[in-house]
Antibody, heavy 122, light 110 residues
């Protein structure tokens, strides 16, 4: 079945780095745009970044621009989020999510991972 | 402050109908498709509606979506206690070049 499994979360000090991974299975990974969405404790959803199906385009939320980098490895069916210069306000559950339509589609997410928790604290 | 505006909470009795509104602007809802998500307590979000009014095959037709101008609405009929959850709207904002969400609406089935 279609599945996304995140990993790489943990506790990290402010200013340090962390890389999240999202292993995809059950669909043609190279045909779909992929997103990262986060949710701070007790808060709503916040979109983080998107990468196109072929990796040629990406966009970021202003809150992470210049600090986070989204990438994908089609040979490994894996999505990544490199997070640098982490701040306390980056503390959240991070979800990877798949677009429901192949190609360059930006409007929805049909499959979500279970989430990985990132805590930024000294 | 979310780009899309939703009511913080709505409530209705079992079996009744409820609607949840989502208000935006010409750069987001007014020119792009809207999606809706359900988040049950302690779980990740689940897609209910995409492209304004399309349902994934596993979503019952009790859930419906519509859009008019710069606003969108999620409708839920035949309310069940299992529908108690947080509901979010989302879309692409062409001016921000970003996905934007509403702040979420907590549905209580009395």
């Amino acid at each position: 079945q279609v599945q996304l499994v995140e990993s790489g979360g943990g506790v990290v000090q402010p200013g340090r780095s962390l890389r999240l991974s999202c292993a995809a299975s059950g669909f043609t990974f190279s045909s779909y745009g992929m997103h990262w969405v986060r949710q701070a404790p007790g808060k709503g959803l916040e979109w983080v970044a998107v990468i196109s199906y072929d990796g040629s385009n990406n966009y970021y939320a202003d809150s992470v621009k210049g600090r986070f980098t989204i990438s994908r490895d089609t040979s490994k069916n894996t999505l990544y989020l490199q997070m640098n210069s982490l701040r306390a306000e980056d503390t959240a559950v991070y979800y990877c999510a798949k677009a429901p339509v192949s190609g360059w589609y930006l409007y929805a997410f049909d499959i979500w991972g279970q989430g990985t928790i990132v805590t930024v604290s000294s | 402050q979310s780009v899309l505006t939703q009511p913080p909470s709505v409530s209705a009795a079992p079996g009744q109908k409820v609607t949840i509104s989502c208000s935006g602007s010409s750069s987001n809802i007014g020119s792009n498709y809207v999606s809706w998500y359900q988040q049950l307590p302690g779980t990740g979000p689940k897609l209910l509606i995409y492209d304004n009014n399309k349902r994934p095959s596993e979503i019952p037709d009790r859930f419906s979506g519509s859009k008019s101008g710069t606003s969108a609405t999620l409708g839920i009929t035949g309310l069940q206690t299992g529908d108690e959850a947080d509901y979010y709207c989302g879309t692409w904002d062409s001016s921000l070049s970003a996905v934007v969400f509403g702040g979420g609406t907590k549905l209580t089935v009395l």
